[in-house]
């Protein structure tokens, strides 16, 4: 039934079929509930091919009522009947005049502000931001929560929201902040929910991708039982819930959590998709990138190109690069100081040099969002991109190709590949996408369309970690039996499993054993200094070859015998600033390496490492050692006692050599090389409000700062 509008419309095209009964047709499918989702595809792709129903416009006018896009009666019709214009004036959003809402978005709009809970699957053209928009403008709700799943996508959220409502509401997005006013929205990721100790008292929160509920079956189920820890403590302080994610057909385990919901699995359809599956196979890149080429020359438009992992993306950008013409639009200034700052030879440098855009999760996050904003503002026709695009962050594309049938080594399912495609077409914008699947398109199978939510779903294999972080009204009976159980033959405290929950258990006792098995000398060394010496450092590394062993292995930084670690981590420490490592890493690869390919690589490991190991594998390996130290050797319950504390280590890394706040401009999308121009110890203690003030009424008249910093800033603070 999928393919049965395109081929009508073909027909229409060839003259097979007539606009009167073309129409009629649409009109035969929007009165069955079964293939009502065919008859809005039909009415969508006749108001692409509007001219071809110049003698029926009345007929598709009505039909475009029928469906329920009534955005597109008012965007594209001129002319409308009084009883048309009613519905749109019914339609109409109280909140801003110029919008009108589709009929899904009036539905799910109206059973929340009547104090329903919701949770919605549908597709990723149905315009779901709005309807969180109207809650906010309904004046209804004056403390909210939403849950995203990147900080990519709290800096989307945030300056949508920061926009529309900053003068009524505090936007919360960082752990520097601090509540105070009383109305307030948290924009967080589901560890930042977890961290915070302020969130109470909650009108209503809002979970973005909650299929991230469910297990991957990846064996990186720390970000699993993280959201669920952040639902738990959401559904014990909120009086209401918005649950919003794709191509789901059902949920299990939110009914055993005593709340009541209506579950709304939606096909409602604003674009249409013609979709192409070339059945390539995985490995003939020979065959991909020729299929490639032709879809790249023969489609003009915005197109995306989704690849498995940064060093896809890097080879896909090679070939284009040497063989499709592509014209850009991109500052000379913008590239020349990505150049200066991270090497002529790195692949983002000669994909941007060549007007290809390229995003995935190892790009400083600068270069992430002004890559964005190129694509969106056409500046860039081409953008290659990782799973990073299929989180949300906002892109207008009329083409996708999906390069790869996998992310990373795993291969997608059709809920995946689904979400991907339904990166094509916009509505208002493109009207039809066109999706291009040089793999064969993975089959439909009921596991990708339901998500089990192990909050509700406890049994006897239920992760400690979860338990331990959730409230105690949502552990079952027999979970609350079992981890009874745990607890009196666990070996380390139940605090120190819930603050350190992103490892499971087994790491957890493998890092006590570590401890333990220290000579005393090696432990009192770490009471010694902030910046580590020489034993301290080895013993440092160690443990985080020990506990962090499964990204580490990714880099090949694993290994005992290997130094590496060792080394960056020293550097890092006693570096004067972030930049001045990445200058002395990128001048030893430039010194030591002269094959264009092979510099790229390297300086793609290195970025890798920061992102990666640095930001985030150093600073809670720490916090673990911390912790365990202070358990086995000292008195914790003491607060006068002696510990350990490596804070001082943990805030380097997590905020590259800056305050906190700086870190929170960095998230907004001001470079690391602009911050640190603008670095004092006195504007590293202002808090990041402070911050965004001064630099409003400052950035242009502060010295240091170059064409490029101010646009750097421009954008980050809008």
Not at 400 to 422: E, L, M
């Amino acid at each position: 039934m999928e393919k049965i509008a395109y081929k009508k419309s073909q027909e229409l095209l060839s003259g097979q079929l007539t606009s009167f009964d073309y129409l009629h047709l649409a009109n035969d499918y929007l009165s069955n509930p079964v293939s009502e989702k065919v008859g809005r595809e039909l009415v969508i792709r006749a108001l692409a091919l509007k001219d071809s129903f110049v003698s029926n416009q009345g007929l598709l006018k009505n039909l475009v009522r029928k469906s329920g896009l009534y955005p597109y009666l008012q965007n594209h019709f001129e002319k409308r009947t009084d009883e048309q214009q009613l519905v749109l004036d019914l339609y109409r959003s109280k909140f801003d005049s110029d919008f009108v809402f589709h009929a899904m978005q009036a539905k799910i709009l109206n059973l929340l502000m009547g104090g329903e809970n919701v949770v919605l699957s549908a597709p990723t053209s149905m315009g779901k931001s709005i309807i969180i928009d109207s809650l906010i403008s309904s004046s209804k709700y004056n403390r909210m929560v939403i849950v995203v799943p990147t900080i990519a996508l709290i800096d989307e959220t945030r300056r949508r929201i920061t926009k529309k409502f900053n003068d009524d509401y505090q936007i919360i997005f960082h752990g520097s902040q601090v509540v105070t006013k009383k109305k307030a929205i948290f924009i967080l990721t589901q560890e930042r929910v977890n961290e915070r100790d302020d969130i109470k008292n909650i009108d209503m929160f809002i979970i973005d991708e909650f299929y991230k509920l469910a297990y991957k079956g990846d064996n990186d189920d720390s970000r699993v039982i993280s959201l669920n820890i952040a639902l738990s403590k959401l559904l014990s302080v909120s009086k209401q819930f918005y649950m919003i994610g794709p191509n789901i057909d059902s949920v299990r385990g939110l009914d055993s959590l005593n709340k009541r919901y209506i579950f709304i699995p939606s096909e409602f359809n604003t674009v249409a998709l013609n979709v192409s599956e070339y059945d390539i196979g995985a490995n003939d890149s020979i065959k991909k990138n020729d299929a490639l080429y032709d879809i790249l020359n023969v489609n003009q438009g915005q197109c995306i190109v989704y690849c498995q992992s940064p060093s896809s993306t890097a080879k896909v950008a090679e070939y284009i690069r040497k063989n499709v013409n592509v014209e850009s639009d991109i500052d000379a200034d913008y590239i020349e100081w990505v150049s200066i700052n991270y090497g002529s030879d790195w692949g983002y440098t000669k994909a941007l040099t060549n007007g290809i855009g390229i995003h995935h999760g190892i790009l400083p996050r600068a270069i992430q969002q002004k890559t964005i904003d190129l694509f969106n503002e056409h500046k860039i026709r081409i953008l290659l991109c990782t799973s990073t695009i299929i989180e949300g962050v906002n892109t207008v594309a009329e083409n996708v190709v999906i390069y790869d049938n996998r992310a990373a080594n795993r291969s997608i399912d059709k809920f995946t590949h689904n979400n991907i495609a339904g990166r094509s077409g916009r509505m208002n914008e493109h009207l039809i996408g066109n999706v291009f699947c040089l793999e064969k398109i993975p089959e439909n199978t009921i596991e990708s369309k339901v998500v089990d939510i192990p909050l509700g779903l406890q049994t006897d294999d239920t992760s400690m970690n979860l338990l331990a972080g959730i409230q105690h009204e949502h552990i079952s009976d027999k979970a609350s039996e079992e981890f009874s159980r745990f607890l009196n033959e666990f070996r380390l405290p139940i605090e120190l499993l819930k603050n350190n929950s992103t490892y499971n258990t087994e790491t957890l006792l493998a890092a006590l054993n570590f401890v333990e098995d220290c000579e005393l000398s090696q432990v009192y060394t770490l009471l010694k200094q902030q910046k580590p010496d020489k034993t301290m450092l080895q013993l440092m590394v160690d443990f985080i070859k020990l506990v962090e062993a499964r990204p580490l292995q990714r880099l090949n930084l694993h290994f005992e015998d290997n130094a590496t670690l060792k080394h960056r981590f020293s550097n890092y420490i006693f570096a004067n600033s972030h930049q001045d490592y990445i200058d002395a890493r990128l001048k030893d690869i430039y010194i030591s390496t002269s094959d264009s390919v092979q510099r790229a690589e390297k300086t793609e490991k290195e970025l890798t490492i920061l992102r990666n190991i640095f930001k985030y594998a150093i600073p809670r390996a720490l916090n673990l050692l911390q912790d365990i130290v202070n358990y086995v050797y000292f008195d914790n319950d003491n607060p006068e006692a002696t510990k350990v504390d490596f804070g001082y280590l943990m805030h380097i890394f997590e905020n590259s050599h800056l305050s906190a706040s700086f870190t929170a401009l960095e998230e907004m999308g001001v470079s690391i090389q602009t911050l640190e121009k603008l670095y004092t110890e006195r504007l590293g203690s202002a808090r990041i409000e402070v911050l965004v003030r001064y630099l409003r009424l400052n950035s242009r008249n502060i010295k240091q700062f170059d064409d490029i910093d101010r646009m750097f800033i421009q954008r980050a603070l809008g």
